[in-house]
């Protein structure tokens, strides 16, 4: 969402919401691993998601 300024957490579904929280605390539960852990497997489904709800907001 930081990356996209089209995009607001309103144009979200609730079930996107809460997905979208809770892969950020997975992100954070793992980056509190240190700082060789990989999250870009968790970023790439937010992005999915963001996609999804920029998708349904342009149409």
Same mark, same amino acid.
């Given at each position: @969402? =930081?990356? &996209?300024?089209?995009?607001?957490?309103?144009?979200? !579904? !609730? *079930? $996107?919401? %809460?997905? +979208?929280? =809770? %892969? !950020? =605390?997975? @992100?954070? /539960? #793992? *980056?509190?691993? *240190?700082? *060789? +852990?990989?999250?870009?497997? %968790?970023? #790439?489904? +937010? $992005?999915?998601? $963001? &996609?999804? =709800? %920029?998708?349904? /907001? /342009? /149409?």
């Amino acid at each position: @969402m =930081a990356d &996209n300024p089209d995009i607001r957490f309103a144009d979200f !579904t !609730t *079930g $996107e919401k %809460l997905r +979208v929280i =809770a %892969l !950020t =605390a997975r @992100m954070a /539960k #793992r *980056g509190a691993g *240190g700082d *060789g +852990v990989d999250i870009s497997d %968790l970023q #790439r489904r +937010v $992005e999915r998601i $963001e &996609n999804q =709800a %920029l998708r349904r /907001k /342009k /149409k």
